[in-house]
């Protein structure tokens, strides 16, 4: 870093610094020069920005892309969470039903000793066969 030599801008009143100022420094500058590197500068940051305009563009173009997707695939999940929730629904409502026939299964096992019991104290020209919830294996008998 030692052997790099410091620079002073060309136009050293820039700097704020007292006595520092060269009243001659217009006048050494060329005017054609300047004018190239401005506009060369000018060129450069135009190529920049036409650049980034592109790039801008790109991105743009593929955020739409990817909104209409994101778009799409939540349309497709909003429906299977519709027909989720339906399946849930009835899932449900089997859950219900099964409860029911549990407590209707229960109260028939508890209703069925009652029977008998009736049953048992009618005579016997009033008494009812026995009560049974399974259906009778009837095979037809070919002779």
Known sequence: MQDIPTFLP????????????DPNVLDKIDSKQALMLCIRYQE???QC??????D????????????HSINTIMASMTDRQKKF??????IQKIEEMSAVLKR????????VPL????NSVLPDDD?????????????????
């Open 10 to 21: 060309i136009m050293r009143g820039a700097l704020n610094i007292p006595n520092m100022e």
């Open 44 to 46: 450069h940051l135009k």
């Open 49 to 54: 920005a036409e650049a980034v305009s592109f």
């Open 56 to 67: 801008q563009n790109t991105l743009a173009n593929r955020i739409k892309e990817v909104d």
């Open 85 to 90: 929730a339906k399946y849930a629904e009835h």
């Open 104 to 111: 209707v299964q229960m109260n028939v096992d508890q209703l």
């Open 115 to 118: 029977m008998d019991r009736l």
């Open 127 to 143: 008494r009812l066969e026995p009560f049974s919830m399974r259906p009778e294996n009837k095979q037809l008998k070919i002779n």
